[in-house]
């Protein structure tokens, strides 16, 4: 039914000796949709549009706010070099958010930080995304950088709307962890999910196994894999954002922090065990092909190594040695005696089957009939 | 016969953005029971009830004491906030309570500490439980939180009961390592029952070997995983401890806690010789598997190889060349002259014989009757 | 079509006990080519020869510039002693220059800095190229040898005429991270090239799987590991220069250098994911050969199965008992009755048609008419 | 013949939520007989009891000297305890000395040091013992705990005897240091019975493997992983006392313990290389038994490839097609024309030769009668 | 034709419980040679002999120059010990030079240094050697102790024959890195060889593959596996002769042994190169006989699939169901009517053909002629 598409990697496409710095847009790059979201304790104001301007008219409209610019799709050079020169953001960084293979990392510069997360999740084609998601983080301010249109922040923007706890007076940093943290759930999403596949292929195993079995397994452990090299860095991100003194991380953020960093060390451990259990499929799948394949070279032989003697034996008794020499009528009493005895044919047929039966007996002693 | 059963991973039910701090109870989680346990030097007074409310009489009447608030079942939100705010437990910790997916640690908080253990054991079906144990200690009081009704710690209740030893003296931290002690101790038995079956397993392997090993064997493996991934956060979080200045863990516990690291790691040193003794039970089944596939191979190939040629020497004098023709009356005597020779089918069973004898003996000498 | 050539190491040619510092040139070494490349902000002066005479040249004429001398080609112990003479370079430098086997590394001497990259790359012929690219970095200076004649550095020549960023301005370090990311950069072409050629093998196994795909796949993984081999001390050496307080290492080269370190983390992370690729093949083509084993054993069963105890009983009816005995004309009528009944033929037809869709039935029911 | 003994390994009894420091004698325990030797520069005075008497007889007598405390054999609960408080010991050691299945260790208490080795060696019955050495060394004073009443240390006793080397003088530590080198020693007597029976399985593997190279070599394999999950203790154990300062180690001690240290690697790194060897015996084992089989199939399918048409042929000339209906007597010249040709038969038998000839000759260019 | 001869371990012969410090010759060591080598910067002069006599003549001789005392053979347990007393060397040092199987180590005592390397090569028999070279290093005095008598070091005796280099003036040290680094320098010689022998493995692999392939590829793997045994240590010996800040132990030696570092490294990197080319002719070879085993069975299950009917088919009409009782000389006409069929013969004939036809077909469309 479901069965999983081939999990596959891509490579950066970025021609040899380009100078650093040089922002390229992904051939399959969506035009950017902007929403910028500013609050406070007493007000959220949004705005939607598509160039600079909205940035800067909802900044003069709102200066006593937390803005959170939300940019989705990256096919604009010119938008990023606005962003770029408004907010003087190094062109390195400007180029790591458009060259989307980056791993997580977190950089700091003089007046902002940078960090970089992992978007992974089947989607409705049951493809495997793997999505990069940028932030920048200033001083009351955190632009977001997607690579595709969909939403994946609708609770964080709910709790946002409903004015649910420290999100709407925590600063900018906050709404960093709220979003990083949402995507790490939605690793448990995806683990929820393979370890629902791994659960059905289980029960395949023991019901209707087939040959799929051995790819759908590797298309899981790919996508494993793909998680784990994720998970890695990403528990490296917090790690380096937990230790550092930067004042845009604030202490309150890092409690939380250390919250997500449970989660992330959670998410490895999950990986660990379904890869274990991937491993684990894959060596009872070969060892029942295996087994099949015994099963069925015990039946050939069963039956070939009964009836091979036996027909040797028909073939005798069908040889035309010649009791009478057709020419000179000779009498040849030597030759196949048996055929000419009244009842050979009955002796013959009770050879045959006491025959049969010692080697059926033979073949239960050896414990053929028994399933190894 | 005591087959065990699929061992499952289970993976959080947790909503992608959902606030921190906020308690989700898990689906099956149970009503919860709570013991209090207060004692001194000189006594030891009980108590058990439902809600906050025995707790708080209990305080009220035994103020010299230590108080052990042992809390089975998770599934009362309010409980769990009366117990955060009558003892201003931070939301986060009360979240990972209810969140029985935390690897063991040690969390330490301005006036108490947090840890979680987990109870992994076989229940009376032969399904592995993995149970989460969180304790808060504070000055003169620890509470424990268990996921299910069952009893592990008669044993430390009755040294409790019987005044033995330093439990009733050494405050708090030495009952919350005496319960994880208690814990470690039901690895060990755990373990104990994997070496057993995995000796059953090994017997089986000589005598009836069947494909319902590699089954069982893998399982056990599984098993060992999940208690290895619980084993290193646990030595982890027992050497945390030990290194932490904090008060409430005292030199005296210190002592007893390097013990329980001893054992952590006794217990890591048996899971991985057991994970060796898997490991070369596989490689040993599928060894016989495959020894097995080649004596039936044999066997085939020796009552082929002997018959084949005897049959068609059969099948040759089961030929009708003719003698005469039936028409011409024609006399050939090229045609099969063998049949009509006086001694032909006393000739060609010998032959037949002496060239079964013949295969038979390139056979011994190819050492085929010996067991490879 | 393209199957990758044989991946083969190549071990240095050296006597056991050579005196250190003595320079050898490998045998294959090509005449070298010199061209000298000084530049400042106003202007690029460029000038090509074979010996000393032309870098000598360049220098007097070009007093106030940035110096790139490349030398293509190795085979000339004069040039290279002169070099050494020269500008002071240590023998056992230039014995690393031209022992061409050498690690990435960096080495600071007093008044300069060596560094070895390798230059990976499959050639015309679809062969891996493994070739040193090693710079010596003075003040002003930077001289950067080639094993081949090949030009690598077209778009760094291109920036350096165009006069484009940084690359005139800052100086012989920056320089040598224009070239040692430009050799990164060919790993990422490389890297392409091998998950193209992954996706077509992975495309032929499930299409027409012939035993070339473990060939290729083994070919492939080499070529991984020969790239891993020199992506670790890749990313030591760019570690070590941007730990370095060397003047040689502006801050604004570290910055750059920083980006080279994340690209060269991006390769180890892709040859990974390759590397399991291969891995993953190689087990599904392994389970597909098994799988096919396992057809063919039983297409050859049910086929023997059916016709075998058919066979069988046309030879029992092909036994030549005689009802009568042609000497004595005596009656046998327990001979095969079966021969001289009006319908025998017709019976024994039908009982091996029913026999044989029997055989058939339970085949299905055992499921080996579905795939395995 | 001298098949190895399956490898147990035995998990420890201990109840759950025992008392820490409780005295647990193992089942198994031997009566525990002591051996006094008090020794200074010029006399050795020895003594040998079974309970507290005897050493506190033998310390009145001998006030100047260094005693070594020989216990064999630890089922006296009584004798640990009177130990326990005549030389002030703490509980938890003296449960680590009866629980024996400590790792090898070193702890330091306020005026003596305890420290654990694992004796292991095949006994008489070639059985696998592993066995625990524990020492107390106080001032003057070593007590040795032993599990079985073997003699191990006789070489030791010798030397004590002859007055050899630095043994009389330099201490308990020295003595300490002696024994736990002689138990090293022992090590290297185990490792090179393995390495013997490893050149038995691989003699035999080359003239008549047997399946029970496959159980033989396993059990090996299991050898080496209990003595290397011994030997990384035991070094880790040497590494701790070389760097204390407590004045019971001296640097003469040190010294020697320095060599012992180096005996130590040698010991991990022939289990090592015994381990690779195990590997690669298996390996082969398993090359051997897939080349077996192949051997196999390919007697099986030439001889069947070959007399497979020669029997349907002979099979063809055994039809009775009829020339002559014997009802009408209508003649059917049709019907098998060859059967009546006057040299049908002898061409038949030219052809079928022929026939088998092409085949042999097809195999053999295909390599099969060579080896694969 | 060259294989490679069975690689093997050795242990060490030493009894238990031994006193440390004791020399113990080697079963098979060869009595000593000694050379003594005196050098300044202006002259050499060389003696040889067979005991202390001819060391102690050569120091008075030549008061003012280096002297490297070269000793071939071990077996003179008092020489060993004259040098001990003479030079007073501690008695674990001349242990560690008797008993041959120490791992390459730098140890510094008061007023000398002793190193151990490993010398590692086939010999003339294609065995593998393994022998222990060790070295006293003091002011202005090199001992170095070999186990045979082979000439290993004519390229270094050369060089200070021939006054080249710093080998004249840069004392004893500079010998001791000399001759180490001419060790390594017979690494990369048996690489090379062992490279070649892989190659050639791999041509066999793809033109006369057989079951040799296993064994000599396994013979590689363990002499790369031990030479990777040795690289390691020897590795940290170097570098702890590099961080030592010993007077013996001059810069410029510490200069030259950072080369040979390099080298070291570079060792290690073609030994973990060549192993996984190992891996992959293995993992080459097993596929290459799992499909030779499929093709074989393919040829199997073809030509029995094809005849197996066929011959079934003749078996039918070669049955003797008889048209005309012979007793009764009743007519039955439902008998095998097509025997009696004028053209039935060809028929049949026909009907094989067109049978056998749609089989090759079949086979054909499920690609079985084609090469898995």
Request: with cysteine; charged share 25%.
């Amino acid at each position: 039914m479901s069965h999983i598409k081939r999990v596959r990697y891509r490579t950066r496409k970025h021609e040899v000796g380009d100078q650093p710095g040089a922002i390229i847009i992904p051939e399959d790059a969506l035009k950017p949709i902007i929403a910028v979201y500013s609050y406070n304790e007493k007000e959220l104001v949004t705005a939607e549009g598509h160039d600079l301007k909205i940035i800067l008219d909802q900044f003069a409209k709102c200066k006593d706010h937390t803005h959170w610019i939300q940019i989705k799709g990256l096919d604009d050079i010119k938008l990023m070099e606005d962003i770029g020169t408004y907010l003087k953001i190094n062109p390195l960084v400007l180029e790591d958010i458009t060259n989307t293979h980056q791993r997580p990392k977190f950089d700091e510069y003089d007046d902002y930080v940078f960090s970089v997360s992992r978007q992974i999740y089947f989607n409705e084609e049951n493809e495997l995304c793997n999505h990069q998601f940028s932030t920048i983080v200033k001083a009351n301010l955190i632009i977001s950088f997607e690579e595709t249109h969909g939403e994946h922040f609708a609770a964080v923007k709910a709790r946002l709307a409903g004015s649910k706890g420290a999100i709407r007076t925590a600063g900018p940093g906050y709404m960093c962890y709220a979003l990083s943290d949402t995507i790490i759930d939605t690793y448990f999403v995806l683990l929820a999910k393979i370890g629902d596949e791994l659960d059905r292929i289980e029960d395949r195993l023991y019901t209707d196994a087939d040959k799929t079995i051995m790819y759908d397994t590797q298309q899981l452990k790919r996508t494993l894999i793909i998680l784990r090299r994720i998970t890695w860095p990403e528990r490296d991100k917090i790690n380096d954002i937990l230790r550092t003194d930067n004042p845009l991380v604030t202490a309150e953020v890092k409690m939380f922090l250390h919250d997500a960093y449970d989660h992330c060390i959670q998410v490895m451990d999950l990986i660990e065990n379904y890869k274990e259990i991937t491993n684990s499929i894959i060596d009872l799948y070969l060892s029942m092909v295996s087994n099949r394949m015994n099963e069925i070279m015990k039946v050939l032989t069963i039956i070939s190594v009964i009836f091979i003697p036996l027909t040797f034996i028909a073939g005798i008794y069908g040889m035309n040695f010649a009791r009478v020499d057709p020419v000179t009528n000779k009498q040849m009493p030597d030759n196949m005696p048996e055929l000419y005895s009244p009842h050979g044919y009955v002796y013959a047929l009770i050879g045959m089957g006491i025959l049969a039966v010692i080697q059926v007996i033979v073949f239960w002693k050896k414990g053929w009939f028994t399933k190894l």
